[in-house]
């Protein structure tokens, strides 16, 4: 089982299942709601994630047609986001408060990457979301 949280502390949530892939997202919506380079994400099924403390502060934002950011509205920290109806959620890791050792394994929409920004890793990437 893996535990996370807010910056604030108010949300707390389970992940009560394994870790799926992990990515760090280039594409410009996830440079928005991070503030930053990019997202890192882990996919987790959604059966196994759980909102434990603080649900009621937890807000949401459709970014696209399929996506749906939730983030708390006390602190302003992504906590999450739902892509469709895949079953998944895509979690955080900055929100992570359990131990991964495994950081995420590709690079995603490095096509939209932002320009300051240079990729110096081994880590795989791809233009878009790779079909794999």
Known sequence: MHTGSCLCGEIRYEIRGDLGPAFFCHCS?????????FASNVVVAETDFAITRGEHLLGTFRSSEETVRCFCTRCGSPIMSRRG???????RMGTLDSTVTKGPGAHIFVASKAPWYEIHDAVPAFDERPTV
Do not use: D, E, M, P
């Not at 919506?29 to 380079?37: H, L, P, T, V, Y």
């Not at 109806?85 to 979690?91: C, D, H, K, P, W």
């Open 29 to 37: 919506r996830c440079r928005k709601a991070s503030g930053s380079a």
């Open 85 to 91: 109806n895949l079953g998944q959620v895509r979690v």
